[in-house]
């Protein structure tokens, strides 16, 4: 049995094809996870949400996710070069954002060989969290949602309401996160490079102090412009597959890493 994680889909549903392809998943044992963000951007996110509905055995949630069911709701707007107009019109869209709103928005997976627990979130963690702390969060959290889907997403998306509410903010952090700044707080302010920072601030991987680190190891997408990321406290897996730069998978029991090119088709008209 082996445990594949796999980046950041956002509608590429042909290149996952051709990367299941390559690993040569044995559905009858191995697992695929997913790092969140599903949809959006790419050409076939009804295709790629249908797919992880019926065959992915763990997933969290994206801020892209998070989107698409706040549009389904009217309670945001489409933004340009948003993908979502075919989920959103299928006939089993009801069923397809039931299952995206059920899934969680962490997922641990045993230690291995002594090592500490690995932690599935789609962003990362906030410096200030213990293991404990975070999980306890990201399981409230992802309860409030289950039990008022639009009342919750109306306050994600509520700056004011999110200064108020510690589940709102962890969400925040847990689908958006980045950089933080000396206070180990998020700072939202940007979506480059590490290298291309503004003083003050730090990847949350490797901020000065970081009350989860010992006690997990983290993996991680979301972040497109850092590609992949090996270290020995986090492994980010987003390499930018809408971008034309290949969607990647990492296997738990021994680190192997593989890259399948994006595939024209999920790119869509230019």
Not at 15 to 20: A, G, V
Not at 100 to 121: D, E, F, K, N
Not at 260 to 268: I, K, S, Y
């Amino acid at each position: 049995m082996a445990t594949y994680v796999v980046g950041d889909l956002q509608g590429c549903n042909a290149t996952l094809r051709s990367l299941l392809q390559t690993l040569a998943i044995d559905p009858g044992s191995d697992e695929v996870w997913l790092t969140g963000d599903l949809v959006n951007r790419g050409a076939n996110s009804l295709d790629a949400l249908r797919w992880a509905r019926e065959h992915a055995q763990v997933t969290v949630l994206g801020n892209h996710d998070l989107h698409l069911l706040a549009v389904a709701l009217g309670i945001r707007g489409q933004r340009p070069g948003d993908t979502l107009d075919a989920i959103l019109d299928a006939p089993d869209r009801d069923e397809l954002l039931d299952w995206l709103a059920s899934q969680p928005l962490h997922r641990s997976a045993p230690a291995q060989a002594g090592a500490p627990a690995w932690l599935l979130v789609h962003a990362g963690l906030l410096p200030t969290w213990t293991l404990e702390e975070a999980s306890r969060l990201a399981t409230q959290a992802s309860e409030a949602l289950r039990a008022d889907r639009r009342g919750f997403l109306e306050g994600l998306f509520d700056r004011k309401a999110r200064r108020r509410d510690p589940l709102l903010a962890a969400t925040r952090a847990l689908t958006t996160l980045r950089c933080v700044d000396d206070q180990g707080e998020l700072y939202a302010d940007h979506k480059g490079e590490p290298s291309d920072r503004p003083d003050g601030t730090h990847p949350w991987f490797s901020a000065p102090t970081r009350a989860w680190a010992g006690q997990c190891r983290v993996l991680f997408g979301h972040w497109a412009a850092l590609g992949l990321h090996v270290g020995e406290e986090a492994v980010g897996l987003d390499s930018g597959c809408v971008w034309g730069r290949g969607l990647s998978a990492y296997r738990l029991e021994d680190g192997a890493l593989v890259t399948a090119p994006t595939e024209p088709e999920d790119l869509g008209p230019s």
